[in-house]
């Protein structure tokens, strides 16, 4: 299936007086109800959320009964949700998590990657740590996938396969959440070798309004979205790690935000205080500018205060300096938002 839409521009990059970059991509903003409430681009645009998947994949972990049966608190589930840095206490939340449920750490089968922090890269590379499936930053969602296999007497071999009982399950809660039936989602298969699933992302936004109003009288799998989602606002390092997008913009509004990155230039944000879910993907698939894009959707919704404003504006400048702090161009979005009604 072609994902092609002729999206418009969202973002310019200027040097020299002239635009030298252009992002292309859409932006849908839902609320909890299943209502399209903001848009620009098109919100129907066929989307792979990628890591932003994760909450949705993290419900079995809860209604599975592993959260309780093996003690996992806020830290567990929020990197559950997460894409983590590889960071050692990253590291060393994700191990505990397969010693209490009696999980083999060979059993993990997102692979051995690089560690996304800097430190870490380097410290992996001089060989300074041993190299294992911890620091590939799927690691919390698959511990917490083989934590519900074995909360629920499931087989822990094949736990990626799409067919196994466990990946049915994600599908028709995610499916739940995006409010389509979970045949009609588009399935791939992740660079962490578990499927992943497609859709327009007005869904994909209302699924992430779920996670801002997990209210049972309109959304499914609620209690199980509110705990994740609480554990994300309280260990928002655990979703990312330090100096992250997802990590920066919860601990800037005190949680009111909740953000989650996917590859291939994806965000999804939640709005507490607000319902709604925000999901954008940026058509080449970059993240750079992520931030001044998410500031000016925030923005306009008048999710922000004054001074949360002042904040992202600093966390996410527009500005381009050359390597002496000169100003040497500008990155900024050329996009409103259309309101429904």
Request: net charge negative; aromatic share 6%; hydrophobic share 45%.
């Amino acid at each position: 299936m072609h994902l092609e839409a002729g999206l418009p521009v969202l973002v310019e990059l200027t040097r020299g007086g002239v635009v030298e970059s252009r992002h292309r991509g859409a932006i849908a903003v839902a609320d909890a109800r299943g209502r399209l409430r903001a848009w620009a681009g098109d919100p129907d645009f066929l989307t792979f959320p990628r890591s932003a998947l994760k909450p949705f994949q993290a419900i079995v972990a809860v209604e599975s009964g592993a959260a309780d049966r093996f003690g996992f608190g806020h830290a567990e589930l929020a990197v559950c949700c997460g894409s983590h840095s590889g960071e050692p206490r990253h590291r060393d939340v994700v191990a505990g998590m397969l010693e209490r449920a009696r999980v083999p750490l060979d059993a993990l089968c997102n692979g051995v990657a690089e560690p996304i922090n800097d430190l870490e890269f380097a410290r992996y590379l001089l060989g300074l740590v041993e190299k294992n499936a911890l620091f590939q930053n799927c690691s919390g969602k698959h511990a917490g996938i083989l934590a519900a296999c074995r909360a629920l007497d499931l087989p822990l071999d094949a736990y990626d396969n799409p067919q196994h009982p466990i990946q049915q399950r994600i599908r028709a809660a995610t499916g739940d959440c995006f409010h389509l039936p979970s045949g009609e989602l588009l399935v791939g298969i992740d660079g962490c070798t578990l499927p992943t699933f497609g859709a327009p992302l007005r869904n994909v936004a209302i699924g992430w309004a779920a996670i801002a109003e997990p209210d049972p009288t309109l959304v499914a799998h609620a209690e199980a979205l509110e705990r994740l989602a609480d554990a994300m606002v309280a260990e928002p390092w655990m979703v990312a790690g330090t100096g992250r997008l997802d990590t920066v913009l919860s601990e800037a509004t005190q949680g009111r935000i909740i953000a989650k990155g996917g590859a291939e230039g994806v965000l999804c944000v939640a709005v507490r205080d607000k319902g709604l879910g925000i999901a954008f993907k940026i058509e080449d698939g970059s993240h750079r500018a992520h931030g001044v894009i998410v500031h000016s959707i925030l923005r306009q919704l008048g999710a922000l205060s004054p001074s949360e404003d002042g904040v992202l504006a600093r966390l996410f400048p527009t500005t381009l300096n050359s390597n002496r702090a000169q100003h040497v161009g500008d990155m900024y979005t050329v996009f409103e938002l259309e309101h429904v009604g």
